[in-house]
């Protein structure tokens, strides 16, 4: 397993879309502020700039992992890098969960980049004026890298579905952007729906900004949701790659 973790790292780590991905985020996080501080009116606010940012984030943790997945998971199926591994002697089991482990560690490397490579960058331009509090801006972190893994774990297994580069990543981008509305849409008509919608990664990934006004019953749904979806869709996924026949 240590092996296979290191292999996928390795992978993770020379893969160009990751790398290109990664720059394009960074660069936004240097550029944005500046010109926040030299277009923005009044002096710029820290505080106001990651509340901003957090808001805007849910597009780099649905969307950016995608194209990440297409390249990173699927393409190994149609390169024929997969059949290859597979023939390698270790079980299905363990290579898909260090698939698994290493994509969502490159989703949650996405997700963090914009809130802690801007708000840094920010509070320069800003001579730290208005700076967010310090409790709130790690539990913000912390929950963004849970929700982001949950998402992860959701394209991997859909990635194993699909296996075609291409078409994964356009399916996966269209899930991921009519889900919410489709979902808002049905859960006004029906109360299965408005609940399973409540009460998913999906509608709990918008509400975790208002982690301070929440009660301790609702922080508590907010941490375990995550947690249970990663451990259901690692399963599915598991099984998916478990059954599938590898070309």
Do not use: W
């Amino acid at each position: 397993m240590d092996n296979l973790l290191k292999s996928e790292l390795f992978k993770l780590k020379k893969d160009r879309s990751f790398r290109k991905l990664t720059l394009a985020l960074m660069i936004i996080a240097v550029l944005f502020p500046l010109i926040a501080s030299i277009y923005g009116i009044g002096k710029l606010s820290v505080n106001d700039l990651f509340i901003s940012i957090i808001g805007r984030n849910n597009y780099v943790l649905k969307i950016i992992p995608c194209l990440l997945a297409g390249y990173f998971i699927s393409s190994e199926y149609s390169l024929g890098t997969m059949k290859s591994i597979v023939s390698s002697g270790n079980s299905r089991i363990r290579i898909y969960i260090s698939k698994l482990m290493v994509f969502s560690f490159g989703a949650i490397i996405f997700s963090v980049i914009l809130p802690i490579a801007m708000t840094g960058t920010g509070a320069i331009y800003a001579q730290f004026n208005d700076m967010p509090d310090l409790k709130y801006f790690a539990q913000i972190i912390i929950f963004t890298m849970l929700y982001a893994a949950a998402f992860a774990s959701i394209m991997m297994a859909l990635a194993t579905v699909f296996t075609d580069s291409g078409k994964t990543i356009g399916l996966l981008i269209l899930i991921f952007l009519i889900f919410d509305p489709v979902m808002f849409t049905l859960a006004g008509e029906f109360t299965l729906f408005e609940h399973i919608y409540n009460n998913s990664v999906f509608k709990l990934a918008y509400d975790f900004i208002n982690i301070n006004a929440m009660e301790s019953i609702e922080v508590f749904k907010l941490a375990i949701v995550p947690i249970v979806t990663y451990v259901i869709f690692g399963l599915l996924g598991v099984f998916a790659f478990h059954k599938k026949e590898i070309k």
